[in-house]
């Protein structure tokens, strides 16, 4: 097993299904998979854990994915930690409002569950 492969990731999703999906798949490649059901729980495991890594829905109900990539991005000790977009919004410009509101990198859904876990590997290598 790789250090990589040990990375402590926070994923921010309002969405149970998909939250149990990458826990499953991420927590089986030996990821420890922390997980926030929306930006308010996200800021509160922050003030205590420094993932290794965020991934991040962009479409949640109270504060968007941008939104709190931004605010993220203003919390002391977190500039450094990849933001990864994971998320539907596929429409030309998407992935460039993603970047511009934070995120290191994009990720569309539906995943792919076999590639999954070589994407984060890259991102976290960089």
Same mark, same amino acid.
């Given at each position: 097993?790789?250090?990589?492969? *040990? !990375?402590?990731?926070?994923?921010?999703?309002?969405?149970?299904?998909? =939250? %149990?999906?990458?826990? *499953? +798949?991420?927590?089986?490649?030996?990821?420890? +998979?922390?997980?926030?059901?929306?930006?308010?729980?996200?800021?509160?495991?922050?003030?205590?854990? =420094?993932?290794?890594?965020?991934? %991040?829905?962009?479409?949640?109900?109270?504060?968007?994915?941008?939104?709190?990539?931004? @605010?993220? =991005?203003?919390?002391?000790? %977190?500039?450094?930690?990849? +933001?990864? !977009?994971?998320?539907?919004? +596929?429409?030309?410009?998407?992935?460039?409002?993603?970047?511009?509101?934070?995120?290191?990198?994009?990720?569309?859904?539906?995943?792919?569950?076999?590639?999954?876990?070589?994407?984060?590997? @890259?991102?976290?290598? =960089?």
């Amino acid at each position: 097993m790789t250090e990589e492969s *040990r !990375a402590t990731i926070l994923y921010v999703e309002d969405n149970p299904d998909n =939250r %149990m999906l990458i826990r *499953r +798949v991420l927590s089986a490649d030996g990821f420890t +998979v922390f997980e926030a059901p929306s930006a308010t729980e996200a800021l509160k495991k922050l003030q205590t854990l =420094r993932p290794d890594l965020i991934l %991040m829905d962009i479409n949640m109900p109270e504060m968007d994915g941008y939104t709190l990539t931004a @605010r993220i =991005r203003e919390l002391p000790n %977190m500039g450094g930690i990849p +933001v990864i !977009a994971l998320t539907a919004n +596929v429409m030309k410009g998407d992935k460039e409002k993603s970047l511009e509101a934070g995120c290191d990198g994009y990720i569309q859904k539906p995943i792919d569950i076999d590639t999954i876990t070589e994407q984060i590997e @890259r991102f976290l290598k =960089r």
